[in-house]
């Protein structure tokens, strides 16, 4: 008899990961996580990044039990991308100016991440250019403020990677809990899908560790870009700091100006009315 696909375990497993003790059904193993953090924040910095992994259940479940691992021998607790570059929280001592050991931590990580994942989804929005169009067109009203549209279209991007996998059924995603804006993607997600998105505390769920490091690393680097000083070499070094990234296959974007105009021609945004 074949097995049945069982929701709740599937939660269970999303949540809980290695803790969840009981055998995992048969079905499950064709049952999708992603797992989804911000960063950046549109009144503060040039751009904002929404990333995130998608996964079966029995590869989170190995990812839990070695990114821990991995923490645990650098007397690792909680990886945090800002404290990681900053040299605070659980990096503040031992790490600054340890050039080769910082990466050889990085490498082992995302070996980790690259044998455990299935997938990479990220979206970045230029902040001025949404401004810009914002300006022209009901972005706003239509399709989300800046932490919404990227969360949107990581969503629709995961869902449909996901319908193509014949999974769509079997697929949980949770978005990183107490972003800006979250009541926003909420109302959007909800008019788009009939029910509002699962947010978590990252403190429940590893995955968003690594979410975490993808998201800070892609928009550092397209803000670095976004520079008056930013040159081909400088570019050259900001693509070798994410080369690290692009070996997980990827749904992948940057929405600028002329992006957003052609979405907003898409989705049949109105455009505003002339006072």
Same mark, same amino acid.
Request: proline share 2%.
């Given at each position: 008899?074949?097995?049945?696909?069982?929701?709740? +375990?599937?939660?269970?497993?999303?949540?809980?990961? @290695?803790?969840?003790?009981?055998?995992?059904?048969?079905?499950?193993?064709?049952?999708?996580?992603?797992?989804? /953090?911000?960063? &950046?924040?549109?009144?503060?910095? !040039?751009?904002?990044?929404?990333?995130?992994?998608?996964?079966?259940? +029995?590869?989170? %479940?190995?990812? /839990?039990?070695?990114?821990?691992?991995?923490?645990?021998?650098?007397?690792? =607790?909680?990886?945090?991308? *800002? #404290?990681?570059?900053?040299? @605070?929280? =659980?990096?503040?001592? &031992?790490? !600054?100016?340890?050039?080769?050991?910082?990466? /050889?931590?990085?490498? $082992?990580?995302?070996?980790?991440?690259? %044998?455990?994942?299935?997938?990479?989804?990220? *979206?970045?929005?230029?902040?001025?250019?949404? %401004?810009?169009?914002? +300006?022209?067109?009901?972005?706003?009203?239509?399709?989300?403020?800046?932490?919404?549209?990227?969360?949107?279209?990581?969503?629709?991007?995961? $869902?449909?990677?996901?319908?193509?996998?014949?999974?769509? $059924?079997?697929?949980?995603?949770?978005?990183? #809990?107490?972003?800006?804006?979250?009541?926003?993607?909420?109302?959007?997600?909800?008019?788009?899908?009939?029910?509002?998105?699962?947010?978590? /505390?990252? @403190? $429940?769920?590893?995955?968003?560790?690594?979410? =975490?490091?993808?998201?800070? +690393?892609?928009? %550092?680097?397209?803000? @670095?870009?976004?520079?008056? #000083?930013?040159?081909?070499? !400088?570019?050259?070094?900001?693509?070798?700091?994410?080369?690290?990234?692009?070996?997980?296959? !990827?749904?992948?974007?940057?929405?600028?100006?002329?992006?957003?105009?052609?979405?907003?021609?898409?989705?049949?945004?109105?455009?505003?009315?002339?006072?």
């Amino acid at each position: 008899m074949t097995a049945r696909y069982n929701y709740w +375990k599937h939660l269970a497993m999303s949540v809980l990961f @290695s803790k969840y003790s009981d055998e995992v059904q048969i079905a499950l193993a064709t049952a999708y996580t992603g797992y989804f /953090d911000a960063s &950046g924040h549109p009144a503060q910095q !040039k751009a904002i990044t929404v990333a995130g992994f998608a996964s079966t259940v +029995k590869k989170w %479940n190995r990812f /839990d039990v070695e990114w821990t691992k991995i923490l645990r021998s650098e007397g690792i =607790d909680l990886f945090r991308m *800002t #404290d990681f570059v900053n040299n @605070s929280g =659980d990096f503040a001592i &031992g790490w !600054k100016d340890e050039t080769q050991k910082r990466k /050889d931590f990085i490498a $082992r990580l995302m070996k980790c991440l690259e %044998n455990n994942v299935n997938k990479a989804f990220r *979206t970045t929005l230029v902040i001025a250019d949404y %401004n810009k169009a914002n +300006k022209l067109y009901e972005l706003k009203e239509f399709v989300g403020r800046p932490y919404a549209l990227c969360c949107m279209v990581c969503t629709f991007t995961l $869902r449909k990677w996901a319908k193509k996998k014949n999974a769509e $059924r079997r697929l949980l995603y949770y978005f990183e #809990d107490g972003d800006f804006d979250k009541g926003n993607f909420e109302q959007m997600h909800k008019a788009a899908y009939g029910v509002r998105p699962q947010f978590l /505390d990252k @403190s $429940r769920a590893i995955a968003f560790q690594s979410a =975490d490091f993808a998201a800070w +690393k892609i928009r %550092n680097s397209i803000e @670095s870009a976004l520079r008056d #000083d930013h040159t081909i070499e !400088k570019g050259v070094r900001l693509l070798q700091s994410v080369e690290m990234l692009s070996r997980i296959p !990827k749904d992948a974007g940057a929405l600028n100006y002329e992006s957003l105009l052609q979405y907003c021609a898409a989705w049949k945004v109105p455009k505003r009315q002339s006072k």
